[in-house]
């Protein structure tokens, strides 16, 4: 079974900032996501990447950078966190943009 | 650009109901459509795909047919159980782009 971790699980950070979310997959996948869920939003892509050092805006990239140093490892990067950027992040790896398999999710609160 | 729309945010149903969640879809060519459950606490998992018009995806007994002409892929399940109770995601995977765009999402609660 595909094996994506994310952490830490949940984060409390104060607005101005700078917040970290890591994701690491063990599933040798070329592409990984990054989402974020709101309520009445479902997931909105954030970044996503296929492909070590390269990084793409997804729909939702303002206010947050992306880090692919390896095949393994994508970053998720907020520089000056807001209160608004308060919600559940998910990230996902797959071997083509199809069948996607997500982490646990790490819940970010901004105070 | 690429958009789904889920026009359900809360379905409530009784035990051996019959489903349906409605899925439609704005892409241009032919995109690669899914079906994700989600449980409390826990990430997306994938349900099944559909990735030509009039394939009809499936698994534990819910199913979709990829509809080109109306551009749907909606969900429908015969008899619920309360186990099923989980927010149901569509999703289409861009041929342009390399994006997974997903719906908002609707939460599927049945009631014993």
């Known amino acids: 079974e595909a094996a994506v971790t994310q952490s830490p699980r949940s984060k409390v950070a104060v607005t101005g900032g700078k917040v970290t979310l890591s994701c690491h997959q063990t599933n040798n996948h070329d592409y990984m996501y990054w989402y974020r869920q709101d309520t009445g939003h479902g997931l909105r892509l954030i970044h996503y990447?296929?492909?070590?050092?390269?990084?793409e805006k997804g729909d939702i990239p303002d206010g947050y950078k992306a880090s692919r140093p390896s095949q393994e490892n994508f970053s998720l990067i907020l520089e000056l966190a807001s209160l608004s950027q308060t919600a559940v992040y998910f990230c996902?790896?797959?071997?083509?943009?199809?069948?996607?398999?997500f982490g646990h999710g790490t819940k970010l609160s901004v105070l | 650009g690429d958009s789904v729309t889920q026009t359900e945010g809360q379905v409530a149903l009784s035990e051996e109901d019959f489903l349906t969640i409605h899925c439609n879809y704005s892409?241009?060519?032919?995109?690669?459509l899914f079906w994700y459950v989600q449980y409390p606490g826990e990430g997306p998992q994938f349900l099944f795909r559909?990735?030509?018009?009039?394939e009809k995806g499936s698994s534990r007994g819910f199913e979709a047919t990829y509809d080109k002409g109306t551009t749907s892929f909606h969900l429908r399940k015969a008899s619920v159980q309360e186990s099923d109770s989980a927010v149901y995601y569509c999703?289409?995977?861009?041929?342009?782009?390399?994006?997974?765009?997903f719906g908002t999402g609707t939460r599927l609660q049945v009631l014993p």
């Open positions: 559909a990735s030509r018009d009039k």
């Open positions: 990447s296929y492909v070590a050092d390269s990084t």
């Open positions: 996902a790896s797959s071997r083509d943009n199809e069948r996607l398999f």
């Open positions: 999703a289409l995977g861009s041929s342009n782009t390399n994006k997974v765009v």
């Open positions: 892409a241009s060519g032919y995109p690669a």
